[in-house]
């Protein structure tokens, strides 16, 4: 498809457990983007990377969160040893590059941790 | 640090009439400011958006948003609105260089009433 995809779009995780979010950007996009959405909220941002580098990670809450784009295009969000308060829809959206300013979301993975 | 603030969590509106969400924003610079709109189980959808100039912009779904720099204000307006505008809709603010990350509010939820 043209536009930004994820998947699953809803995963059930024990506490305690690891999971892995996948994103598929638009093709040709160098810009990609990783965002939480709590219940009633607003996406607040969680990393940024430029191709295969990760130039901004200040967002990620804690050492348990991960993310990953190694070759440039698919990315993926891991959450270790997950807690309640990860609850939450993380959505990933991409852009044509620096400079760039509209970003393209995915539909979101909605993540309930029990 | 820049927020953006969005008083309204829902607004109510009947088929056919006007429409005017608020949104308030603070940064210290020029700000970029943006409309999005979730529907649900979507992602987001830029509206519309601005960066300069004049101070009346016109989006997609005939949304129009005007910045006021006086109030620190960029309001949504439509004329007449219609049932699938139903949906969250969200303010956000980033900075005018670099990677564009934006700051969202937490939204507005609008029903439409037939």
């Known amino acids: 498809g043209a536009g930004v995809s994820q998947s699953p779009r809803y995963k059930v995780a024990k506490r305690g457990q690891d999971v892995a979010l996948r994103c598929d950007p638009i093709s040709g996009h160098v810009s990609l983007f990783w965002y939480q959405q709590a219940l009633g909220q607003g996406p607040e941002f969680l990393t940024y990377?430029?191709?295969?580098?990760?130039?901004?990670k200040s967002g990620l809450p804690s050492d348990r969160f991960f993310a990953e784009r190694p070759e440039g295009s698919v990315s993926t969000l891991k959450i270790q040893r997950t807690q309640q308060e990860d609850s939450a829809v993380y959505l990933c959206?991409?852009?044509?590059?620096?400079?760039?300013?509209?970003?393209?979301f995915g539909p979101g993975t909605r993540l309930t941790v029990t | 640090a820049q927020s953006v603030t969005q008083p309204d969590i829902h607004i109510t509106v009947s088929e056919g009439a006007s429409l005017e969400l608020r949104c308030n924003y603070s940064y210290g610079a020029t700000p970029y400011l943006f409309w999005y709109v979730q529907s649900p189980g979507q992602g987001l959808q830029l509206l519309l958006k601005y960066f300069s100039g004049d101070t009346l912009v016109q989006g997609i779904k005939g949304f129009e948003a005007e910045f006021k720099r006086s109030q620190s204000s960029f309001n949504l307006r439509k004329p007449s609105v219609h049932w699938s505008d139903a949906a969250e809709y969200f303010c956000a603010v980033s900075s005018s260089g670099g990677s564009y990350i934006p700051t969202f509010g937490r939204g507005t939820s609008l029903i439409v009433h037939p």
């Open positions: 959206a991409s852009s044509l590059g620096p400079g760039r300013v509209e970003q393209y």
């Open positions: 990377f430029q191709n295969e580098a990760q130039l901004d």
